[in-house]
C-alpha cells in the first residue's frame, strides 16, 4: 500500500494551472497575486487532501477551490469565467504516478466582496488511485 503523498496537491494545482493559464480575458491565474494585478483574474487558493482507501485502491481525494476576482459590476463577469473555467476542465487532469477515478466541480458561488468587487468560488475535487 503507497502512502499519502501531500505532494499530490501541488501535482493537481499545476495540472489545474496549465488548464486555466490562457482563459481569454482573464488577466493571470496565480497561487500568490502580484501587486498591481488588473482584475479579471484567478487565484488558486485552498488546497484540502485526505486519504482515499477502498478494498481495491489506495488513493486521495484532493480538492482545489479556485477564486474568481471581478471588478465589474454585478455578477456576470465572474460567473461567465467561471463557466469557462468549467469548460477548461472538463476533461480528465493527468496527475504524474496516478490514475484518476472521478474529478469535478463540487460548488460554485458568487457574491459580492466590498462596493464593486466580486468573487466567485468554484471548488473543484479529484480521486485519484495512486497504485494504478
Known amino acids: 500500500m503507497k502512502r ?14 496549465s488548464r486555466l493559464k490562457n482563459l481569454p480575458g482573464v ?9 498591481d ?5 484567478i487565484v488558486l487558493g485552498r488546497a484540502y487532501a485526505e486519504p482515499e482507501y477502498t478494498k481495491t485502491t489506495t488513493g486521495e481525494r484532493i480538492e482545489i477551490t479556485i477564486d474568481v476576482w471581478s471588478g465589474a459590476k454585478g455578477k456576470r463577469e465572474a460567473v461567465e469565467i467561471i463557466n469557462a473555467i468549467s469548460e477548461a ?10 490514475i484518476t477515478l472521478d474529478q469535478g466541480i463540487r460548488n460554485i ?3 459580492q466582496e466590498i462596493n464593486d468587487l466580486f468573487r ?10 495512486l497504485e494504478g
Open 4 to 17: 499519502f503523498d501531500p505532494r499530490k496537491i501541488i501535482e493537481f494545482q499545476e495540472a489545474i494551472y
Open 27 to 35: 488577466n493571470g491565474v496565480f497561487d500568490y497575486v502580484p501587486e
Open 37 to 41: 494585478t488588473k482584475f479579471p483574474y
Open 89 to 98: 476542465l472538463e476533461n480528465d487532469l493527468e496527475i504524474p504516478e496516478a
Open 109 to 111: 458561488e458568487v457574491l
Open 120 to 129: 466567485g468560488t468554484v471548488t473543484f475535487e479529484i480521486i485519484i488511485d
